[in-house]
């Protein structure tokens, strides 16, 4: 995505989330030759760039690192548990 380059992924969810439904898909051997036979008539650019659009939003060290900031903060959010079934079994009890 970073390179700014049309993107034919296997249609799983993973991937058609993380192209935010931008790139081009296939199921199965059939989809991948009409969609090669397609390519004359598709607009590339768009696609390529649509994708390095979502690289730069998405997918750069800033974006990652606050992401993992929130989730940090979020896990010493939650409670903690008022039965510590380790520290017990550590203890012999």
Same mark, same amino acid.
Not at 9 to 14: D, T
Not at 65 to 89: G, H, M, T
């Given at each position: 995505? *970073?390179? /700014? %380059?049309?993107?034919?992924?296997?249609?799983?969810?993973?991937? *058609?989330?993380?192209?935010?439904? #931008? &790139?081009?898909?296939?199921? !199965?051997? /059939?989809?991948?030759?009409?969609?090669? *036979? /397609?390519?004359?008539?598709?607009? %590339? !650019?768009?696609? +390529?760039?649509? %994708?390095?659009?979502? &690289?730069?939003? #998405?997918?750069?060290?800033? +974006?990652? @690192?606050?992401?993992?900031?929130? &989730?940090? =903060?979020? @896990?010493? #959010? =939650?409670?903690?548990? @008022?039965?510590?079934? /380790?520290? *017990?079994?550590?203890? !012999? =009890?």
């Amino acid at each position: 995505m *970073r390179l /700014e %380059l049309p993107i034919l992924s296997y249609g799983v969810n993973y991937n *058609r989330i993380t192209t935010m439904e #931008r &790139a081009m898909y296939f199921d !199965g051997v /059939e989809d991948i030759i009409l969609t090669l *036979r /397609e390519l004359p008539t598709l607009d %590339l !650019g768009i696609v +390529a760039s649509n %994708l390095k659009w979502i &690289a730069d939003l #998405r997918y750069n060290w800033s +974006a990652i @690192a606050k992401k993992y900031s929130n &989730a940090l =903060q979020d @896990a010493s #959010r =939650q409670p903690v548990p @008022a039965f510590d079934y /380790e520290r *017990r079994l550590s203890n !012999g =009890q």
